[in-house]
T-cell receptor, first 116, second 115 residues
Framework: GAGVSQSPSNKVTEKGKDVELRCDPI?????LYWYRQSLGQGLEFLIY????????KSGLPSDRFSAERTGGSVSTLTIQRTQQEDSAVYLC??????????????FGPGTRLLVL | AQTVTQSQPEMSVQEAETVTLSCTYD???????LFWYKQPPSRQMILVIR??????QNATENRFSVNFQKAAKSFSLKISDSQLGDTAMYFC????????????FGQGTRLTINP
Protein backbone atom coordinates (compact mmCIF):
# COMPACT_ATOMS: atom_id res chain seq x y z
CA GLY A 1 0.00 0.00 0.00
CA ALA A 2 0.94 3.67 -0.19
CA GLY A 3 3.39 4.98 2.35
CA VAL A 4 3.50 8.29 4.16
CA SER A 5 3.55 11.18 1.74
CA GLN A 6 4.55 14.78 2.34
CA SER A 7 4.18 17.92 0.30
CA PRO A 8 5.81 19.98 -0.90
CA SER A 9 9.06 18.12 -1.27
CA ASN A 10 11.00 21.37 -1.13
CA LYS A 11 9.95 24.84 -0.09
CA VAL A 12 11.86 28.09 -0.36
CA THR A 13 10.39 31.08 1.41
CA GLU A 14 11.36 34.52 2.52
CA LYS A 15 11.90 35.42 6.14
CA GLY A 16 8.66 36.55 7.74
CA LYS A 17 6.34 34.57 5.47
CA ASP A 18 4.04 31.80 6.68
CA VAL A 19 4.39 28.24 5.37
CA GLU A 20 2.22 25.13 5.51
CA LEU A 21 3.62 21.64 5.30
CA ARG A 22 1.35 18.70 4.63
CA CYS A 23 1.51 15.07 5.71
CA ASP A 24 -0.66 12.19 4.48
CA PRO A 25 -0.19 9.20 6.79
CA ILE A 26 -0.62 5.58 5.88
CA UNK A 27 -4.33 4.85 5.59
CA UNK A 28 -5.75 3.64 8.88
CA UNK A 29 -2.85 4.82 11.03
CA UNK A 30 -4.19 6.70 14.01
CA UNK A 31 -0.90 8.02 15.38
CA LEU A 32 1.01 10.74 13.57
CA TYR A 33 4.30 12.42 14.48
CA TRP A 34 6.22 15.44 13.24
CA TYR A 35 10.00 15.64 13.59
CA ARG A 36 12.52 18.24 12.48
CA GLN A 37 15.96 17.45 11.16
CA SER A 38 18.46 20.28 11.15
CA LEU A 39 22.24 20.52 11.03
CA GLY A 40 22.52 22.13 14.40
CA GLN A 41 19.90 20.22 16.37
CA GLY A 42 19.82 16.82 14.69
CA LEU A 43 16.51 14.97 14.66
CA GLU A 44 14.02 16.30 17.18
CA PHE A 45 10.41 15.54 18.01
CA LEU A 46 7.88 18.30 17.46
CA ILE A 47 4.34 17.04 18.05
CA TYR A 48 2.30 13.86 18.24
CA UNK A 49 -1.32 13.26 17.24
CA UNK A 50 -3.63 10.51 18.36
CA UNK A 51 -6.55 10.82 16.01
CA UNK A 52 -7.30 14.52 15.75
CA UNK A 53 -6.01 15.47 19.18
CA UNK A 54 -2.45 16.34 20.09
CA UNK A 55 -1.63 15.02 23.57
CA UNK A 56 2.05 15.89 23.22
CA LYS A 57 3.12 19.24 21.77
CA SER A 58 6.21 19.47 23.90
CA GLY A 59 8.64 19.68 20.99
CA LEU A 60 7.18 22.72 19.24
CA PRO A 61 10.00 25.29 19.49
CA SER A 62 7.86 28.41 19.70
CA ASP A 63 4.32 29.70 19.37
CA ARG A 64 5.03 30.39 15.71
CA PHE A 65 4.66 26.65 15.17
CA SER A 66 1.27 24.97 15.14
CA ALA A 67 -0.21 21.80 13.71
CA GLU A 68 -3.59 20.31 13.16
CA ARG A 69 -5.02 17.06 11.96
CA THR A 70 -8.42 16.64 10.44
CA GLY A 71 -10.53 13.55 9.90
CA GLY A 72 -7.94 11.48 11.67
CA SER A 73 -5.86 11.60 8.52
CA VAL A 74 -4.07 14.54 6.90
CA SER A 75 -1.97 16.80 9.10
CA THR A 76 -0.71 20.29 8.43
CA LEU A 77 2.27 21.88 10.19
CA THR A 78 2.18 25.67 9.99
CA ILE A 79 5.10 27.95 10.67
CA GLN A 80 4.24 31.61 10.99
CA ARG A 81 6.64 34.48 10.41
CA THR A 82 9.42 32.10 9.37
CA GLN A 83 12.95 32.71 10.56
CA GLN A 84 16.21 31.50 9.05
CA GLU A 85 16.70 29.08 11.94
CA ASP A 86 13.50 27.31 10.82
CA SER A 87 15.38 25.99 7.79
CA ALA A 88 15.39 22.22 8.14
CA VAL A 89 13.88 19.01 6.85
CA TYR A 90 10.48 18.37 8.41
CA LEU A 91 9.67 14.69 8.67
CA CYS A 92 6.29 13.13 9.30
CA UNK A 93 5.73 9.60 10.56
CA UNK A 94 2.70 7.47 11.32
CA UNK A 95 2.02 4.27 13.22
CA UNK A 96 -1.06 2.07 13.45
CA UNK A 97 -2.03 3.09 16.98
CA UNK A 98 -0.37 4.89 19.81
CA UNK A 99 -1.58 2.36 22.33
CA UNK A 100 0.75 -0.31 21.09
CA UNK A 101 4.03 0.24 22.84
CA UNK A 102 7.09 0.27 20.66
CA UNK A 103 5.21 0.41 17.40
CA UNK A 104 7.28 1.04 14.33
CA UNK A 105 6.93 4.52 12.97
CA UNK A 106 6.82 4.80 9.19
CA PHE A 107 8.36 7.96 7.83
CA GLY A 108 7.64 10.11 4.84
CA PRO A 109 10.33 11.59 2.59
CA GLY A 110 10.20 14.94 4.36
CA THR A 111 9.85 18.55 3.29
CA ARG A 112 13.05 20.53 2.97
CA LEU A 113 12.36 24.10 4.06
CA LEU A 114 14.77 26.89 3.25
CA VAL A 115 14.12 30.33 4.69
CA LEU A 116 16.05 33.09 2.93
CA ALA B 1 15.11 12.96 29.97
CA GLN B 2 16.56 10.35 27.69
CA THR B 3 19.63 11.00 25.57
CA VAL B 4 21.15 8.96 22.77
CA THR B 5 24.78 9.29 21.71
CA GLN B 6 26.41 8.06 18.52
CA SER B 7 30.11 8.71 18.81
CA GLN B 8 31.06 7.95 15.21
CA PRO B 9 30.04 10.79 12.88
CA GLU B 10 31.37 8.96 9.82
CA MET B 11 32.53 5.48 8.90
CA SER B 12 33.73 3.94 5.68
CA VAL B 13 34.32 0.28 4.79
CA GLN B 14 34.84 -1.84 1.72
CA GLU B 15 32.00 -3.81 0.20
CA ALA B 16 31.52 -7.27 1.79
CA GLU B 17 33.23 -6.21 5.03
CA THR B 18 31.54 -6.21 8.42
CA VAL B 19 31.00 -2.90 10.17
CA THR B 20 29.75 -2.02 13.64
CA LEU B 21 28.06 1.25 14.51
CA SER B 22 28.04 2.34 18.14
CA CYS B 23 25.21 3.77 20.19
CA THR B 24 24.90 4.52 23.88
CA TYR B 25 21.93 5.97 25.70
CA ASP B 26 20.99 7.31 29.06
CA UNK B 27 17.69 6.58 30.78
CA UNK B 28 16.26 5.82 34.19
CA UNK B 29 13.58 3.63 32.64
CA UNK B 30 13.77 -0.14 33.06
CA UNK B 31 11.69 -1.07 30.04
CA UNK B 32 11.96 0.67 26.70
CA UNK B 33 12.54 0.10 22.99
CA LEU B 34 15.58 0.78 20.86
CA PHE B 35 15.70 1.21 17.11
CA TRP B 36 18.13 1.62 14.28
CA TYR B 37 16.85 3.64 11.33
CA LYS B 38 18.57 4.09 8.00
CA GLN B 39 18.27 7.32 5.99
CA PRO B 40 19.54 7.06 2.41
CA PRO B 41 20.00 10.16 0.23
CA SER B 42 16.29 10.00 -0.61
CA ARG B 43 15.73 11.25 2.99
CA GLN B 44 13.14 8.59 3.83
CA MET B 45 13.84 6.99 7.19
CA ILE B 46 13.63 3.22 7.05
CA LEU B 47 13.51 0.93 10.07
CA VAL B 48 16.46 -1.45 10.13
CA ILE B 49 15.95 -3.26 13.40
CA ARG B 50 14.28 -2.89 16.79
CA UNK B 51 14.96 -4.29 20.24
CA UNK B 52 12.76 -4.60 23.30
CA UNK B 53 14.76 -3.91 26.44
CA UNK B 54 12.99 -6.68 28.35
CA UNK B 55 14.26 -9.25 25.87
CA UNK B 56 17.78 -10.46 26.51
CA GLN B 57 18.15 -12.01 23.08
CA ASN B 58 19.75 -9.72 20.55
CA ALA B 59 17.57 -8.87 17.55
CA THR B 60 18.64 -9.92 14.07
CA GLU B 61 17.30 -9.09 10.62
CA ASN B 62 19.16 -10.86 7.84
CA ARG B 63 22.58 -9.16 7.61
CA PHE B 64 21.78 -6.77 10.46
CA SER B 65 22.17 -7.64 14.11
CA VAL B 66 22.51 -5.75 17.35
CA ASN B 67 24.61 -6.15 20.45
CA PHE B 68 22.36 -4.96 23.26
CA GLN B 69 24.10 -4.49 26.59
CA LYS B 70 21.43 -3.23 28.98
CA ALA B 71 23.67 -2.70 31.99
CA ALA B 72 26.11 -0.71 29.90
CA LYS B 73 23.28 1.09 28.07
CA SER B 74 24.85 0.19 24.77
CA PHE B 75 23.11 -0.76 21.54
CA SER B 76 25.46 -1.32 18.61
CA LEU B 77 24.49 -2.31 15.09
CA LYS B 78 26.50 -4.86 13.12
CA ILE B 79 26.16 -5.02 9.36
CA SER B 80 27.59 -8.19 7.85
CA ASP B 81 28.59 -8.62 4.21
CA SER B 82 28.06 -4.91 3.62
CA GLN B 83 26.58 -3.84 0.29
CA LEU B 84 26.73 -0.61 -1.70
CA GLY B 85 23.06 -0.08 -0.91
CA ASP B 86 23.87 0.11 2.78
CA THR B 87 25.42 3.54 2.21
CA ALA B 88 23.28 5.91 4.28
CA MET B 89 22.96 7.82 7.53
CA TYR B 90 22.17 5.51 10.42
CA PHE B 91 20.29 6.75 13.45
CA CYS B 92 19.94 5.06 16.79
CA UNK B 93 16.69 5.89 18.60
CA UNK B 94 15.06 5.36 21.98
CA UNK B 95 11.39 5.04 22.82
CA UNK B 96 9.77 4.76 26.24
CA UNK B 97 7.85 1.59 27.03
CA UNK B 98 4.78 3.48 28.14
CA UNK B 99 3.55 6.99 27.71
CA UNK B 100 4.81 9.24 24.96
CA UNK B 101 5.79 7.12 21.98
CA UNK B 102 8.06 9.73 20.47
CA UNK B 103 11.48 8.69 19.27
CA UNK B 104 14.61 10.25 20.72
CA PHE B 105 17.39 10.09 18.15
CA GLY B 106 21.16 10.11 18.26
CA GLN B 107 23.18 12.41 16.04
CA GLY B 108 23.63 9.80 13.33
CA THR B 109 26.55 8.01 11.69
CA ARG B 110 27.23 8.51 8.00
CA LEU B 111 28.22 5.12 6.62
CA THR B 112 29.84 4.77 3.22
CA ILE B 113 30.35 1.40 1.57
CA ASN B 114 33.11 1.55 -1.03
CA PRO B 115 33.24 -0.77 -4.05
Amino acid sequence: GAGVSQSPSNKVTEKGKDVELRCDPISGHTALYWYRQSLGQGLEFLIYFQGNSAPDKSGLPSDRFSAERTGGSVSTLTIQRTQQEDSAVYLCASSPTSGGAGETQYFGPGTRLLVL
Amino acid sequence: AQTVTQSQPEMSVQEAETVTLSCTYDTSENNYYLFWYKQPPSRQMILVIRQEAYKQQNATENRFSVNFQKAAKSFSLKISDSQLGDTAMYFCAFMKFRGAQKLVFGQGTRLTINP
